[in-house]
């Protein structure tokens, strides 16, 4: 199909459809609205169920009633409602349910702003909940990729039988951009939902949803279980993309709305003969770690850039382990940079590296 | 020929209940238990575990069933039953996970009729976490957080959940039972039928609040407890049905 002119919000909820979300529940915040409005209107085509519940806390709790009971299940939300889903989600990764649950992040702390940011970063990266887990979170840079990874991830969701987040901001929830949601993506091949609670039917012993172990070694066994099933992922799901990489001096790394305002710069440095490379996660978690081994020996140095005082860096540093010197770019609050911000972040730490 | 007079329910596992001695958890299990088993229903049950001494339910009912985090049951039976029209969806719920942490869900479960079914457990404490004072304790019942009994001018007066949920429109069936003795246990059970009958036919939200005993966290024996619960609880916390499908209101 031809791309069309899609508002962000509209294609993520239709992408969602296209992959075979039965069921949806969420609560209004802005800048992602637009997102439960369309759901609203056109989940009843397609034999699904739109729900919007009292809070975020009961969202995400019909979120694990509905995948325990074996349904493609989606939840939206921004910054301060994903805060309040936290529980259910680190709820879902112990019990192990799949899910997909959509953040279009805003400026924070508390209420904050209803600007672009990656001001969530460690929230999403490091869990947020309680206990040891892990949620695989995406963070697509335009409509296109953020619509086809919203296709994968019920896929990688059910693979795993662990929520999956997609990391945007109201940028791309907001700007048309042409789109096309039926572009084919990479399929999984998913095993059957043998532990759903559909009721035994007489067919079965009764199955148990549960994240509950009060036995400490029962519970050390199944972390463990969790823990493999993470290495797994860190194994075959780090994904990211690497841009003039080729004869680079520095390397930024940037992901979504950052992303693209670095491209515009690293092509203003070229135009003065700076070659500068991108490194552009597009799993947050797992952290393409994988990519920094492919950072060519003419760099000498990296600059994370963020929509944040400085969060990924902390990742950037240990997939880095000491070899180049790291430095830090960022505006937060909602503030978008001008590329030539990062221009000229860009020259004052190749500058510095000069005198070292 | 003999006749079998009791018989373990099907509804129920083989496991032994965790339950105190003389803890009324156990009776109102065994009527939930029955009701599915004489509905027919145990199949396409899918019953929802609280957070609370009953936390560990899913191991005694026998069939489907989901553990939720603290008092967000309502919401998880939302859930599945919005996916699972089909299925019978129960929520099992103390009064700290329902009458405290979760009035939200168990509001809003009512607020928009969910068609599940909702077993109450007042027991007018925490009992898992040690007895401390619940939003249903008695003004002047002493526990571990109101050691000199419950003060009406700083924790308020106990919350009636039966009488709160009925001023609800979606509220289609609030029932107060008791198990203090076998002709109120008998009761207790037909309260339990009809909230499931309720949800066979799809009438909406059926929710009956049982006057329960802890008498581990009471500080008193179990005939004691009972008799406590017949004394004050029920004083306090009238029996009677609240709200009943227009059809059946005599
Ligand atoms: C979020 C959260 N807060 C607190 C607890 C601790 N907790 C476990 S059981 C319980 C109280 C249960 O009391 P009730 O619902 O009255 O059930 P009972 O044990 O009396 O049957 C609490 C507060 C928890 N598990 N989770
Ligand atoms: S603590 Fe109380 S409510 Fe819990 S099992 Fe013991 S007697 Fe029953």
Same mark, same amino acid.
């Given at each position: 199909?031809?791309k069309?002119m899609?508002k962000?919000?509209?294609?993520? %909820?239709?992408?969602?459809l296209?992959?075979?979300?039965k069921?949806?529940f ?9 997102l ?6 056109h989940?009843?085509k397609?034999g ?7 809070s ?5 709790n ?11 299940v ?12 936290q ?7 112990? %019990?192990?349910l799949?899910a997909?649950?959509?953040n279009v ?11 672009p ?6 929230q999403i990266?490091?869990?947020g909940?309680?206990g040891?887990?892990y ?6 840079e335009?409509?296109?990729e953020?619509?086809?990874v919203?296709k994968e ?10 929520p999956?987040m997609i ?9 048309m ?6 572009m084919e993506?990479?399929?999984r091949?998913l095993?059957?939902?043998?532990? %759903?609670t ?7 012993p009764?199955?148990?949803?549960n994240s ?5 070694l029962?519970l050390e066994?199944?972390?463990l ?14 994904r990211?993309?690497l841009?003039?990489?080729?004869? %680079?001096e520095?390397v ?8 693209r305002i ?13 070659k500068?490379g991108?490194?552009?996660?597009i799993t947050i978690w797992?952290f393409p ?6 950072i060519?020996d003419s760099?000498?140095g990296?600059l994370?850039?963020?929509?944040s ?12 382990n000491?070899?180049l010197?790291?430095?830090?770019f960022?505006?937060?609050?909602g ?5 030539e911000?990062?221009?000229?972040a860009?020259k004052?730490m ?7 | 020929?003999?006749k ?7 509804g129920?596992t ?9 803890c009324t958890?156990?009776?109102?299990h065994?009527?939930?238990?029955e009701?599915l088993e004489?509905?027919?229903i145990l199949?396409?049950?899918?019953g ?10 899913y191991?005694?009912f026998?069939?489907?069933?989901q ?11 939302t859930?599945i039953?919005?996916?699972?029209p ?7 719920q ?16 009512a607020h ?7 077993i ?11 007895? !401390? ?5 008695l003004?002047?019942q ?12 700083l924790c308020?007066?106990?919350i009636?959940?039966?009488e ?5 429109p979606?509220?289609?069936y ?8 076998p002709a ?10 009809k ?8 009438l909406?939200f059926?929710f009956?609040e049982f006057i ?6 009471w500080?008193?024996?179990? !005939?004691e407890?009972?008799?406590?619960a017949?004394e004050?609880m029920i ?6 049905v ?6 059946d209101? !005599?």
């Amino acid at each position: 199909m031809a791309k069309v002119m899609m508002k962000g919000n509209e294609a993520m %909820a239709l992408a969602a459809l296209k992959a075979g979300c039965k069921a949806f529940f969420g609560y209004p915040i802005t800048p992602q609205s637009e997102l439960p409005e369309y759901l609203a209107k056109h989940m009843p085509k397609y034999g699904g169920v739109f729900l919007q519940a009292e809070s975020e806390v009961a969202a995400i709790n019909m979120v694990y009633g509905a995948s325990g009971a074996g349904v493609r299940v989606m939840t939206s939300s921004s910054s301060p409602g994903i805060a309040l889903k936290q529980e259910g989600i680190s709820y879902m990764a112990g %019990a192990e349910l799949p899910a997909v649950i959509i953040n279009v992040m805003r400026g924070g702390p508390g209420l904050g702003g209803i600007q672009p940011s990656q001001a969530d970063y460690k929230q999403i990266t490091r869990g947020g909940g309680n206990g040891d887990y892990y949620v695989i979170a995406y963070a697509p840079e335009d409509l296109q990729e953020t619509v086809n990874v919203i296709k994968e991830a019920f896929d990688v969701a059910d693979l795993y039988s662990n929520p999956v987040m997609i990391a945007v901001d109201g940028l791309i929830g907001q700007m048309m951009e042409p789109v096309d949601v039926d572009m084919e993506v990479s399929k999984r091949e998913l095993p059957e939902k043998t532990w %759903a609670t559909t009721g035994t039917q007489g067919k079965r012993p009764p199955v148990n949803i549960n994240s509950l172990y009060l036995d400490p070694l029962n519970l050390e066994k199944h972390a463990l279980k969790l823990a493999e099933k993470y290495r797994l992922i860190k194994e075959n799901e780090q994904r990211y993309e690497l841009v003039n990489m080729d004869g %680079a001096e520095l390397v930024i790394v940037a992901f979504g709305t950052m992303a693209r305002i670095v491209r515009s710069a690293i092509e203003l440095l070229s135009e003065e003969g700076i070659k500068v490379g991108l490194l552009r996660p597009i799993t947050i978690w797992p952290f393409p770690e994988k990519a920094f081994n492919e950072i060519p020996d003419s760099v000498k140095g990296i600059l994370s850039c963020e929509l944040s005082t400085g969060q990924m860096i902390d990742d950037v540093k240990i997939a880095n382990n000491g070899r180049l010197p790291v430095g830090f770019f960022g505006r937060t609050g909602g503030m978008l940079p001008e590329p030539e911000e990062i221009v000229s972040a860009v020259k004052a730490m190749l500058g510095g590296l000069k005198h070292e | 020929m003999s006749k079998i007079v009791f018989q373990r329910t099907k509804g129920l596992t083989e496991k032994e209940f965790s339950y105190c001695p003389g803890c009324t958890h156990g009776i109102i299990h065994r009527l939930v238990a029955e009701v599915l088993e004489e509905l027919n229903i145990l199949d396409k049950a899918i019953g929802i575990s609280p957070v609370g001494c009953a936390v560990m339910n899913y191991e005694f009912f026998n069939c489907d069933m989901q553990q939720a985090a603290h008092g967000r049951a309502p919401a998880v039976a939302t859930g599945i039953k919005r996916v699972r029209p089909d299925n019978i969806v129960f929520t099992y719920q103390g009064d700290g996970d329902l009458a405290s942490i979760g009035t939200a869900e168990i509001v809003h479960a009512a607020h928009r009729s969910e068609n599940i079914t909702v077993i109450f457990i007042n027991n007018a404490v925490y009992g898992m976490t040690g007895g !401390q004072m619940a939003p249903t304790t008695l003004v002047g019942q002493k526990t571990t957080t109101s050691p000199f009994g419950r003060d009406a001018r700083l924790c308020g007066e106990p919350i009636r959940m039966s009488e709160l949920l009925a001023t609800i429109p979606g509220a289609t069936y609030v029932e107060r039972v008791s198990v203090h003795d076998p002709a109120n246990v008998r009761k207790a059970k037909r309260a339990v039928k009809k909230a499931f009958e309720i949800q066979m036919k799809g009438l909406g939200f059926a929710f009956v609040e049982f006057i329960s005993t802890c008498p581990v966290n009471w500080g008193k024996t179990p !005939q004691e407890a009972l008799n406590w619960a017949k004394e004050h609880m029920i004083n306090y916390y009238p029996l009677g049905v609240f709200r009943e499908p227009k059809e059946d209101a !005599q």
